[in-house]
């Protein structure tokens, strides 16, 4: 039986950019009418789709799901419709995966995907691997062929579950319909509880039509898993007693501060202390950027500042850290007068890159609290003095113009307009370097990035993802030119949901960080990473419905971009830059904390 759509509804009033030519506004798409009754089921019971929507809708409280159907899957999207679980048409597996990160990173909440069975499922892997890198709980539910057809070959067949297994916190794979709700219901809870990370569900097309009796699923109990393990008492106070006998103590933060919701009690401890405070790209936000205290990112394109204050320190305590290699490249020359302390959630980072003499494995934020309560206040000015020296002495430097528009000039607009009011998402290049030294942070959760994984094409889909997350503030997007277009068909996804994302492309009509590599240790070698073609954005995103603009002249950025800030709606900037400009400071990779190939 056909069902009459909705009549359209008028779209929303759009935003004109300054100096662009208007494109005809997009009407709403036809809405269909509630569904009408369903067969009815067995007295009591529902099928497992319907089981799946609405352990969505009452177990985890989802008020909304990243998605793209496919034949596996026409069981649950059939569940889903008049559902109200509300459902976000992506136009890209990939895409709905970064756009569902995107949504956790912003909320705190568990991001949650759909994707069919086949090249639906392994559009999902860079996705989950992003995820799992960045430790993001994401559930991703996959469609599967039936459990009678699993190893024939079938059409659209592809073990996701073997493939995902190196790239999710666990994965299951539901042969039995009994054991659907209780899957579902430990995969939320591992997701979001310990150190997160996605976990992967995949369901056969038979398991979504079987009919079973639906139940709240109780608690998990998970044998051995215990998500916030107590520290032991003796590795706190030995902790403890070292910071108090420190004499130039460094907090080297990561992104378990953000996941614990650790940002207060690290302000606390380090300036009842006065511990010096450096974050990784995923803890930007957790001490405040402008603070006495703050050295912001270290490692390879940190403030040369950061790295000369981790070289010349006592103590390093990492906390919900990993030690990676953008930060720690040479681990034999890293902070050479220092003891190591590391607190971590997950005991096997601990010693697996970096060797710790304070081990300390436990919940962040249990750990924390202990140390409140051990230490007391303790003043050092002459660690505070030698910090702000350091800062005086090597301040980051943004590059006169010289008549094209200057990168690092872009960013800092984007700064300078959001004052610290907005989720600023990056994709992966020079921009997201120059986005982590320059963008003024001072809360947790407003800077999304990926950061393990290095991910192109995060961008896009992960802003409009931050959006729909509801953080009741401007969402802004800084990408690259190469970065934007791995996922640039997601702007059909923001125009379709009208998020006002607001887009700022730093165009270089190249790879800018390869690029960069190549010049500095390829003799200028440019092999394949200038683009002799670029698209013209703001006509594509106009295509789109959505209002953009090119800007070409430095006397134009800092307007350009207040605009676009203040404008309702999505929005689009394609901003020509300099194409020959780098990032620095720059450490080589594998290097020592001071080995600065350029500055």
Same mark, same amino acid.
């Given at each position: 039986?056909?069902?009459?759509?909705?009549?359209?509804?008028?779209?929303? =009033?759009?935003?004109?950019?300054?100096?662009?030519?208007?494109?005809?506004?997009?009407?709403?798409?036809?809405?269909?009418? =509630?569904?009408?009754?369903?067969?009815?089921?067995?007295?009591?019971? $529902?099928?497992?789709?319907? /089981?799946?929507?609405?352990?969505?809708?009452?177990?985890? /409280?989802?008020?909304?799901?990243?998605?793209?159907?496919?034949?596996?899957?026409?069981?649950?999207?059939?569940?889903?419709?008049?559902?109200?679980?509300?459902?976000?048409?992506?136009?890209?597996?990939?895409?709905?995966?970064?756009?569902?990160?995107?949504?956790?990173?912003?909320?705190?909440?568990?991001?949650?995907?759909?994707?069919?069975?086949?090249?639906?499922?392994?559009?999902?892997?860079?996705?989950?691997?992003?995820?799992?890198?960045?430790? $993001?709980?994401?559930?991703?539910?996959?469609?599967?062929?039936?459990?009678?057809?699993?190893?024939?070959?079938?059409?659209?067949? /592809?073990?996701?579950?073997?493939?995902?297994? &190196?790239?999710?916190?666990?994965?299951?794979?539901?042969?039995?319909?009994?054991?659907?709700?209780?899957?579902?219901?430990?995969?939320?809870?591992?997701?979001?509880?310990?150190?997160?990370?996605?976990?992967?569900?995949?369901?056969?097309?038979?398991?979504?039509?079987?009919?079973?009796?639906?139940?709240?699923?109780?608690?998990?109990?998970?044998?051995?898993?215990?998500?916030?393990?107590?520290?032991?008492?003796?590795?706190?106070?030995?902790?403890?007693? /070292?910071?108090?006998?420190?004499?130039? &103590?460094?907090?080297?933060?990561?992104?378990?501060?953000?996941?614990?919701?650790?940002?207060?009690?690290?302000?606390?401890?380090?300036?009842?202390?006065?511990?010096?405070?450096?974050?990784?790209?995923?803890?930007?936000?957790?001490?405040?950027?402008?603070?006495?205290?703050?050295?912001?990112?270290?490692?390879?394109?940190? &403030?040369?500042?950061?790295?000369?204050?981790?070289?010349?320190?006592?103590?390093?305590?990492?906390?919900?850290?990993?030690?990676?290699?953008?930060?720690?490249?040479?681990?034999?020359?890293?902070?050479?007068?220092?003891?190591?302390?590391?607190?971590?959630?997950?005991?096997?980072?601990?010693?697996?890159?970096?060797?710790?003499?304070?081990?300390?494995?436990?919940? @962040?934020?249990?750990? @924390?609290?202990?140390?409140?309560?051990? @230490?007391?206040?303790?003043?050092?000015?002459?660690?505070?003095?030698?910090?702000?020296?350091?800062?005086?002495?090597?301040?980051?430097?943004? =590059?006169?113009?010289?008549?094209?528009?200057?990168?690092?000039?872009?960013?800092?607009?984007?700064?300078?307009?959001?004052?610290?009011?907005?989720?600023?998402?990056?994709?992966?290049?020079?921009?997201?370097?120059?986005?982590?030294?320059l963008i003024a942070s001072s809360r947790p959760r407003r800077f999304l990035s990926s950061g393990g994984l290095g991910t192109m094409g995060f961008g896009l889909p992960a802003a409009l993802g931050a959006a729909l997350s509801g953080p009741g503030v401007p969402t802004v997007l800084i990408a690259g030119d190469g970065g934007f277009q791995m996922n640039i068909q997601e702007l059909a996804t923001v125009r379709e949901n009208d998020v006002p994302v607001k887009m700022v492309i730093s165009n270089n009509r190249c790879l800018g960080m390869?690029?960069?590599?190549?010049?500095?240790?390829?003799?200028?070698?440019?092999?394949?990473?200038?683009?002799?073609?670029?698209?013209?954005?703001?006509?594509?995103?106009?295509?789109?419905?959505?209002?953009?603009?090119? $800007?070409?002249?430095?006397?134009?950025?800092?307007?350009?971009?207040?605009?676009?800030?203040?404008? &309702?709606?999505?929005?689009?900037?394609?901003?020509?830059?300099?194409?020959?400009?780098?990032? @620095?400071?720059?450490? =080589?990779?594998?290097?020592?904390?001071?080995?600065?190939?350029?500055?």
């Open positions: 039986m056909l069902r009459a759509p909705r009549p359209h509804r008028p779209p929303a =009033p759009r935003f004109t950019l300054a100096n662009r030519t208007p494109v005809t506004p997009m009407t709403t798409p036809p809405m269909p009418a =509630p569904p009408a009754a369903q067969q009815a089921s067995p007295k009591g019971t $529902v099928s497992g789709a319907e /089981a799946i929507v609405r352990f969505l809708r009452e177990s985890a /409280a989802a008020d909304l799901v990243f998605g793209y159907p496919g034949g596996s899957v026409i069981p649950l999207y059939d569940a889903l419709y008049g559902s109200g679980v509300r459902h976000v048409l992506c136009r890209h597996e990939q895409g709905a995966a970064h756009a569902a990160d995107g949504y956790a990173r912003a909320s705190g909440r568990v991001g949650f995907v759909i994707a069919t069975s086949g090249p639906g499922a392994t559009n999902l892997v860079t996705g989950l691997a992003n995820a799992h890198m960045d430790s $993001v709980p994401l559930v991703a539910i996959t469609g599967q062929v039936p459990t009678t057809s699993i190893g024939t070959d079938s059409f659209q067949e /592809a073990d996701i579950y073997g493939i995902s297994i &190196p790239i999710t916190k666990y994965n299951y794979l539901v042969k039995d319909p009994a054991d659907l709700l209780d899957v579902l219901a430990e995969a939320h809870h591992l997701a979001s509880t310990g150190r997160p990370g996605p976990v992967l569900v995949d369901v056969p097309k038979d398991i979504q039509t079987a009919q079973i009796p639906y139940r709240k699923p109780a608690a998990p109990s998970i044998p051995g898993y215990e998500p916030r393990p107590k520290p032991s008492g003796d590795a706190v106070a030995a902790l403890a007693e /070292a910071v108090s006998l420190s004499l130039r &103590p460094v907090f080297y933060v990561g992104g378990g501060a953000v996941s614990t919701g650790a940002d207060r009690d690290i302000l606390r401890l380090a300036e009842g202390s006065d511990v010096a405070v450096a974050t990784t790209l995923q803890a930007k936000g957790v001490f405040p950027d402008g603070h006495p205290l703050s050295l912001g990112l270290p490692g390879m394109h940190g &403030p040369k500042y950061a790295n000369l204050a981790i070289n010349e320190s006592d103590l390093i305590i990492g906390l919900g850290v990993r030690f990676d290699d953008r930060v720690v490249g040479d681990v034999r020359r890293f902070a050479p007068l220092a003891r190591i302390a590391h607190v971590d959630v997950d005991p096997a980072e601990i010693g697996k890159r970096m060797a710790a003499d304070l081990p300390v494995a436990g919940d @962040l934020k249990l750990v @924390l609290d202990l140390l409140l309560r051990k @230490l007391k206040p303790q003043g050092r000015p002459e660690w505070r003095r030698r910090i702000a020296a350091l800062k005086a002495e090597h301040p980051l430097a943004v =590059p006169a113009p010289n008549g094209e528009i200057k990168p690092q000039e872009l960013v800092r607009a984007v700064s300078d307009a959001t004052a610290g009011e907005a989720v600023i998402v990056t994709d992966v290049g020079q921009h997201q370097m120059w986005a982590a030294q390869v690029r960069q590599w190549q010049q500095f240790f390829n003799d200028r070698r440019y092999s394949e990473t200038v683009f002799r073609f670029n698209p013209d954005f703001a006509a594509i995103a106009g295509a789109y419905g959505i209002p953009a603009r090119r $800007v070409e002249d430095p006397a134009e950025v800092g307007r350009a971009v207040a605009e676009l800030i203040a404008s &309702p709606g999505p929005g689009l900037l394609d901003v020509l830059v300099d194409s020959e400009e780098n990032v @620095l400071p720059m450490i =080589p990779a594998g290097k020592g904390q001071t080995d600065f190939f350029a500055e």
